[in-house]
């Protein structure tokens, strides 16, 4: 790999989910549903990428799918160019191994209590993955590790915490203990799938800052989930990072804090910024942003762009066509999946929506 070369790169990915049809479905039917469909992206060393987007849009399925817990159904998942489901099938010539891939990304997810045995103290739960991994330490450098990481996270006096069970931290206490998990690692890349959403408003800030801080000293990148664009603008512009905007299962939108925040092109990412409590100093735009709240059955998507029966934009064109990526100013990473992006489209000259 080149020094310019992506660490994570997904191309053409899609991830579908059959409902039904099993041997206890009386009717036999079954519904497919496309969780992610076509994205293509890239994460660099130290780079963090926030992804937004409404609930079930398929934020925590790419998500799971960049790290390698989910497999595609069609696409390309790589990791420094070795691609991540060929070296589980340790399939050609596979120059990184499946187990070294899955030890350099790691997750951070929504509840951290699911990342840590409610049976067992937290000292425990934590030197299992040293164990596993780095065999040939001894246990009190892996205590050591450990008490190292517990200080740095603000956790002192380490023993305070670290000999308790998970039901006796707060939820602030609990994330930190999950965060030092992953980082204990020292891996290339975390997904943290709404690490912070559980978390007090006022506890927020503290952990995404925390966070920032920690990126700097192992270099490592962030894959951040939220649904709150507010949090994605700050993580994102205090690291220098990009935000994504995702909807039924596509990326619409990605690009610079700049780019997304103040300068949207696709309505939805609008519709996200009317719905985000104090994300402007002055109020936000009074007309409501959509034409109807309720979203698509993604097992039935719309014809056209997905988004054009809620779009207050839609043309007659939008019903007809899916638009492509428009990448402004030649910027590869960087794009819109709307034909308001592209001010030579035909849409400009097509007749608006008047009966839906």
Avoid at 221 to 243: Q, W
Avoid at 293 to 315: E, N, Q, S, W
Wanted: with cysteine.
């Amino acid at each position: 790999m080149g020094a310019s070369d992506p660490m994570l790169s997904m191309d053409g990915v899609s991830v579908e989910f059959t409902n039904g049809g099993g041997p206890l479905d009386i009717f036999g039917e079954s519904e497919t549903v496309r969780a992610v469909s076509d994205v293509s992206l890239d994460l660099g060393e130290q780079e963090t990428l926030t992804l937004i987007g409404e609930s079930g849009c398929g934020k925590s399925t790419l998500g799971k799918t960049a790290i390698g817990a989910q497999k595609p159904t069609s696409g390309t998942v790589r990791y420094r160019g070795q691609d991540i489901w060929k070296a589980k099938r340790n399939a050609g010539d596979v120059s990184i191994s499946f187990d070294e891939i899955r030890h350099s990304l790691q997750i951070i997810h929504q509840d951290p209590g699911s990342a840590l045995n409610p049976n067992q103290r937290i000292l425990t739960s934590l030197m299992l993955p040293l164990k596993k991994w780095y065999p040939d330490l001894g246990r009190e450098e892996r205590e050591e590790r450990i008490h190292t990481l517990f200080e740095r996270v603000g956790m002192s006096p380490p023993g305070d915490y670290l000999n308790r069970y998970p039901h006796q931290l707060s939820g602030g206490e609990t994330q930190r203990a999950v965060l030092v998990r992953a980082l204990l690692l020292n891996p290339d890349l975390i997904l943290a799938d709404e690490a912070i959403s559980a978390l007090d408003v006022s506890l927020r800030v503290e952990m995404m800052d925390l966070m920032l801080e920690l990126q700097d000293i192992f270099q490592t990148s962030y894959l951040f989930i939220s649904h709150d664009l507010s949090n994605a603008r700050y993580i994102a512009e205090k690291s220098g990072g990009r935000i994504a905007v995702m909807y039924l299962g596509e990326i619409v939108e990605i690009g610079t804090v700049e780019e997304i925040v103040e300068n949207p092109q696709h309505p939805y990412t609008k519709a996200l910024q009317w719905a985000t409590a104090n994300l402007y100093e002055d109020d936000a735009e009074a007309e409501f942003p959509l034409r109807k709240i309720d979203v698509p059955d993604p097992t039935d998507l719309p014809a056209g762009c997905h988004f054009h029966p809620r779009c207050p934009k839609a043309r007659e064109v939008c019903r007809q066509q899916h638009p492509e990526r428009v990448h402004a100013n030649g910027d590869k990473e960087n794009y819109a999946r709307c034909f308001r992006a592209d001010e030579n489209h035909e849409y400009w000259d097509s007749p608006e929506i008047t009966d839906e």
